[in-house]
């Protein structure tokens, strides 16, 4: 595809969904975290507004922002009412409009895989939505998890009924949905949650219904390990987000969580893992780094969850990696707000080097050292880079240090 500049205009960025892909400039926030349901959210989010905007943000992913049984937002019931345990309709109106003025696009968490009914149905599950917009019966729900609707075309998300998208007028609805999300609200991105759940053709035909400007998606599968060894070939993990995205018609992104599983091991002394068979990155990023969103922890696999949690004293050199190299990085909330101005302000210099110096989501990349305690690479033709204890520095007095901190330094041109 080819590189276009960042002078995109808005309408042929809401016309045409893959615009803001073939950019390559984007560089999103997670602006939540598993416990922002607390703290007045939305209020507290517009406060930052101009810090998210000059720091270099261009997508701000906001927590589900519809009625939900559960106060994080993903149990979804009335998909129609904005208020939520994160503020009211007015809040999220107001911070969304302060978004749009600074030019940071307001992403929307789109939890279509399950919901929560609000009547006993079939078999005495709330598998019914009586009562509130978007009124199904039990033949919306897959027949797997109590409803009289077709099997489930993913993985099934337990406890919960989940949604029966073969159903004509459930994507309808959906579709109805997407499209008030975009037009009426003002949410411009779109991050689909727990995709491996339903047929990513369904995806495909959302994005396409709704154009959103930029959508990624959570497909999020096990890396594969032997007993509690992460195995150093991860093609096969790569291959199946590869494979989501690809029957999404491309449209989407993905989470590229083989990157995390990698790099978080690699920077406890195994920075070997860093580099595959072929020379290239090992994450999403070796084979398709437009559609490959990178990130060090999210609300799940970091925050008070820890599902998975990157080592909180090398997250500096995961940000040194992500900030620097193809893909599309994501920046976490906590990191950013939570742990200390020292961090936020190192984050930001990444960022600031990052656009000035035009990496992009497919800037070339040349694997310079891969050893246990140091990995370098040469990242365009403006870019060095190093993490990891072992000293190593750019041949060449061309080359200047433009940031460095705990086990980090970057050089440019």
């Known amino acids: 595809m080819g590189y276009l500049s960042s002078g995109l205009d808005d309408n042929s960025q809401q016309t ?53 049984f559960s106060p994080e937002g993903y149990l979804p019931q009335n998909l129609y009412s904005l208020n939520s345990s994160y503020g009211s309709e007015h809040l999220l109106r107001a911070l969304l409009n302060k978004l749009k003025q600074h030019k940071v696009r307001p992403m929307a968490d789109i939890v279509i895989n399950h919901r929560v009914g609000t009547t006993q149905g079939h078999g005495g599950m709330y598998n019914r939505y009586d009562g509130i917009p978007l009124s199904w019966d039990e033949k919306a729900v897959t027949f797997c998890t109590g409803g009289l609707g077709n099997k489930s075309t993913g993985d099934n998300f337990h406890g919960v009924p989940n949604i029966d998208h073969t159903q004509d007028f459930v994507r309808k609805d959906i579709i109805g949905w997407l499209r ?21 053709k369904y995806v495909k035909e959302y994005i396409e219904n709704s154009k959103p400007v930029f959508s990624v998606g959570e497909y999020w599968d096990s890396c594969n390990y032997n007993g509690h060894y992460l195995e150093y070939n991860q093609d096969s993990h790569r291959q199946r987000i590869i494979n989501w995205i690809d029957a999404t018609g491309q449209l989407a992104a993905a989470f590229d969580f083989t990157t995390k599983g990698i790099l978080q091991e690699a920077v406890k ?8 068979s072929h020379g290239k990155p090992p994450g999403v990023i070796g084979w398709w780094p437009s559609r490959a969103v990178t990130f060090i922890d999210n609300h799940d696999t970091g925050s008070t969850q820890a599902h998975w949690p990157f080592p909180a004293n090398h997250i500096m ?15 976490f909330y906590d990191h950013f707000y939570d742990w200390g101005q020292s961090i936020h302000d190192q984050i930001a210099k990444l960022i600031d080097i990052r656009r000035r110096q035009g990496i992009h989501s497919r800037s070339p990349i040349t694997i310079l050292e891969a050893q246990p305690n140091l990995y370098a690479a040469r990242i365009g033709e403006k870019i060095c880079m190093k993490i990891g204890d072992g000293s190593w520095c750019p041949a060449g007095r061309e080359w200047t240090l433009a940031t460095s901190g705990h086990r980090y330094a970057i050089w440019q041109k």
Request: include cysteine.
């Open 16 to 68: 045409d969904p893959v615009a803001v892909i073939r950019n390559g400039k984007e560089i999103l926030l997670q602006a939540f975290n598993w416990e922002s349901q607390k703290h007045d959210w939305w209020r507290n989010l517009e406060r930052k507004v101009t810090d998210i905007a000059n720091s270099g943000f261009t997508s701000a992913w906001l927590p589900p922002a519809c009625n939900s």
């Open 180 to 200: 008030w999300l975009r037009q009426n609200v003002g949410f411009q991105d779109f991050r689909f949650d727990f995709a491996r759940g339903y047929s990513p």
């Open 269 to 276: 002394g195994e920075f070997w893992r860093m580099r595959d």
């Open 317 to 331: 050199e995961g940000y040194a990696y992500i900030l620097t190299h193809p893909g599309i990085p994501t920046v």
